[in-house]
């Protein structure tokens, strides 16, 4: 069976290239969401949180309930990875029209 995945990207700044990183975590080992209007952060009751998306302090700030929205994209997720067999990734993206959303795709399609 296919998983589904959780992805964050962080940029490099302009001053140093090699300083971007990500992380991918798999969204059934979430049990715990927190979020503010610059951050989801994701983890295990007692343990580590990880970030999964985030915005620059003041500039296109998070919705208030972003997490909750992760948990509606993780279920898409959940349904395409059990309709076919590619694991699924989901990540969080500036919007077409202005503020943030999660969006799913295959993890083929990842580049």
Do not use: C
């Amino acid at each position: 069976m296919a998983d589904v995945w959780v992805l964050h990207r962080t940029p490099a700044p302009a001053t140093d290239m090699s300083a971007a990183s990500s992380v991918l975590v798999r969204a059934d080992t979430i049990s715990l969401l927190r979020a503010n209007e610059y951050s989801v952060k994701a983890g295990q009751h007692g343990a580590t949180t990880v970030v999964l998306a985030d915005s620059v302090e003041g500039a296109d700030v998070l919705p208030l309930d972003f997490h909750i929205e992760l948990v509606a994209a993780v279920a898409r997720a959940r349904r395409a990875a059990r309709d076919g067999d590619q694991d699924q990734v989901v990540v969080a993206e500036p919007g077409r029209t202005g503020g943030w959303e999660w969006n799913v795709q295959p993890l083929a399609e990842l580049s």
